[in-house]
């Protein structure tokens, strides 16, 4: 007989998983156009701390392996509807 296994996990818990096994299913690096953390931080004149509370809130990034990468564009349209730039 077997046991269920319950998970709990946020939605951002699942997001992350799920963009990290894709990015791992299809073995193949982020999108030409995403850059690095440190890279997004000197784009929108942010510190690290700032990028990381916005990727919280929901500004759209892509997990691979341990790292973050953004899509400069995408993440610029989601400040855009927060009125935050």
């Known amino acids: 007989m077997s046991e269920t296994l ?4 946020t939605r951002e818990q699942l997001r992350e998983l799920l963009q990290e096994l894709l990015c791992e299913e ?4 982020p999108p030409i156009d995403a850059v690095t953390a440190a890279e997004m931080c000197r784009r929108l004149s942010i510190s690290r701390s700032t990028l990381h509370r916005l990727r919280h809130d929901g500004m759209p990034s892509l997990k ?3 790292e973050f990468r953004y899509e400069p564009e995408a993440c ?3 400040l855009r509807t927060r009125g935050s730039e």
């Open 26 to 29: 299809r073995e193949q690096e």
């Open 6 to 9: 319950h998970i709990i996990a």
């Open 64 to 66: 691979c392996g341990s």
């Open 76 to 78: 610029l349209a989601w």
